[in-house]
């Protein structure tokens, strides 16, 4: 299986950055499968921030995943901070509602992004 292009930095195994945006049970799955596929691809990949409207949430899944809790954000806005970050990849997991807002704003930061569709 060849490399995707850009995977890997002329000095060695470049470390994917994810910010997760929805951090329910749907979050925390989509976080342990892309960590998953990476890992059987022998890509490096690391959450790096991520946003719920209850930040408690939020923090949760970066204890899980070994992030920074520091790079936990809550509210309605939450997601805003996330595409600040410098996160590669952004993973929309919150209900669908949100979705088209969600993407637009990931679009105008220049994120790769993970959505599902219902």
């Keep these: 299986m ?3 292009p850009g ?3 002329a000095t060695g195994k470049r470390t994917f950055k ?3 945006i929805g951090c329910g049970t749907r979050g925390k799955g989509a976080v342990r499968d892309f960590m ?3 890992k059987l691809l022998g890509l490096e990949v690391r959450l790096v921030a991520a946003a719920d409207f209850f930040v408690e949430k939020a923090k949760d899944a970066l204890k899980q995943y070994e ?3 520091s790079k936990a954000f809550g509210g309605a806005n939450g997601y805003k901070e996330v595409l600040k970050s410098d996160c590669d990849i952004v993973l929309l997991c919150t209900p669908p509602f949100f979705r088209p807002r969600h993407v637009q704003a990931a679009v105008d930061a220049g994120k790769h992004i993970f959505a599902e569709k219902p």
Excluded: K, S, T, Y
Aim: hydrophobic share 75%.
């Design 67 to 69: 992030g920074d809790v």
């Design 2 to 4: 060849a490399a995707m």
């Design 18 to 20: 994810i910010g997760l």
């Design 36 to 38: 998953g596929a990476a």
């Design 7 to 9: 995977a890997f930095a």
